[in-house]
């Protein structure tokens, strides 16, 4: 039997994917199938947060100098991917969480719908 390859996620910060400064990492597991692990996941601390926090701020600076119409333009095409991706993205939502499918689609679209009306208001 072929032994299955569990993808290890890092954390985003700064626009990089990074390691937790703990270095350490834990399973995440299907509810449905508590045998499947769905990947392995960074246990992040005060230092990984404050790091986020730290480029949020950074990345808040450029975000609000940058025009309006082109905030709306990539709020937009994050729009579109999410569309594209949305089945994918609610069958995730129901793996990682338990939740019903038509619930996963109801949370991908309300999410749609911020978005949409995030980009609307520049």
Not at 69 to 85: H, N, Q, T, W, Y
């Amino acid at each position: 039997m072929a032994e299955t390859q569990i993808k290890t996620h890092k954390n985003y910060i700064g626009g990089q994917w990074v390691e937790s400064v703990t270095g350490r990492t834990y399973q995440v597991h299907n509810p449905a199938h508590t045998d499947q692990i769905i990947g392995e996941f960074q246990t992040s601390g005060a230092d990984d947060a404050l790091r986020a926090v730290a480029a949020a701020k950074e990345g808040l600076a450029v975000w609000a100098a940058t025009p309006a119409p082109a905030r709306a333009s990539i709020i937009f095409k994050a729009l579109e991917i999410l569309g594209r991706r949305g089945d994918e993205m609610a069958q995730t939502i129901t793996t990682e969480e338990g939740k019903p499918i038509a619930d996963a689609h109801g949370e991908v679209k309300r999410s749609m719908n911020i978005m949409e009306y995030a980009a609307g208001e520049g």
